[in-house]
């Protein structure tokens, strides 16, 4: 089974306009979208579209959680721990061309909340194989909270996919985790003496990640697909053609190729290959977390893949 923690999971409210957005202008919305969210959430619901055996966990409160509870697809199984504190919404604005977001901090967690849940992930690492760690971390949370997770995964023998960034990442790359999965903004902050212009560059920036502690490093590409750097071998994965959409979830639906290779014992080149055919398929879609099979299916067969 594939866990996904979302400790600080959001209602995430999608507006759609027919124009580009531009600031201090006024926009009718054409549609409304509200969908329980945030990354590890994203993730678990294309796990669950694609049939895949996914329970999500992570923290809710609020009337907030209440709505994204509420609003979690039915058939995903799912095991929170309530917090008093009031979850977070996240706005997303998607024109023709692209998406602008605005997310809001979150709730205060205590230390008895993170106990409870630190006991609830206990319990559910039993009957996992896969553990997607990913998003923000709530406000009261220590900096090495996904670090205590990713260890505590590992005693287990589970295989830990990470994707958070900032003081939260390099807190954990010291307990090793499996894969983590920074984009070129969190790379160039993780590594900020790299030089992210050249294919060599972010391949030598990966390389400076896996030294600290991270078995292997997917850096996703935005439109130019990845470029992992595994224990033996590196690969670029790159679509056919540049998809125009909502990138909102893209790099969610990457994690979850990358997580549904661990739970199939898939080889890399074919988890990197399904990867990138996700994360296209989602943005394509206007709403992040959700792609279409079909569409998947049909990008998986056109993934540029070449060994490096």
Not at 224 to 242: I, K, Q, S, W
Request: glycine letters at 8%.
């Amino acid at each position: 089974m594939i866990l996904t923690v979302a400790l600080n999971a959001a209602l995430d409210v999608t507006y759609s306009i027919d124009a580009e957005l531009r600031p201090h202008a006024t926009y009718r919305v054409g549609t409304v979208a509200e969908m329980p969210g945030g990354k590890a959430l994203n993730t678990a619901r294309i796990l669950h579209t694609l049939r895949d055996p996914v329970l999500a966990t992570g923290l809710l409160g609020g009337h907030t959680g209440e709505r994204i509870a509420e609003r979690i697809p039915a058939g995903l199984r799912h095991r929170f721990v309530r917090v008093d504190g009031e979850s977070r919404r996240a706005l997303v604005v998607a024109d023709p061309a692209d998406a602008t977001g605005f997310w809001e901090p979150g709730p205060e967690i205590t230390s008895e909340e993170w106990q409870r849940f630190r006991d609830r992930f206990d319990g559910l690492l039993r009957v996992a194989r896969v553990v997607v760690l990913s998003g923000s971390l709530p406000q009261g949370l220590p900096v090495d909270a996904y670090a205590q997770l990713v260890a505590a995964a590992r005693d287990r023998g589970v295989t830990t996919i990470l994707d958070c960034d900032g003081e939260a990442l390099r807190a954990a790359l010291p307990q090793r985790p499996d894969v983590i999965k920074p984009n070129a903004h969190e790379l160039a902050a993780a590594v900020p003496d790299a030089d992210l212009s050249t294919v060599d560059g972010i391949r030598k920036a990966a390389e400076t990640l896996r030294a600290a502690g991270a078995r292997a490093v997917i850096a996703s590409l935005g439109p130019d697909g990845l470029l992992a750097v595994l224990p033996d071998a590196a690969f670029t994965a790159a679509p056919p053609e540049t998809v125009s959409g909502n990138p909102t979830g893209a790099g969610d639906a990457c994690v979850a190729g990358l997580a549904r290779g661990v739970l199939y014992d898939t080889g890399w080149p074919t988890r990197l290959t399904d990867a990138v055919a996700l994360s296209a398929a989602a943005v394509r879609s206007p709403v992040a977390g959700r792609v279409d099979v079909t569409d998947y299916l049909t990008l998986r067969h056109h993934i540029h893949l070449k060994e490096l």
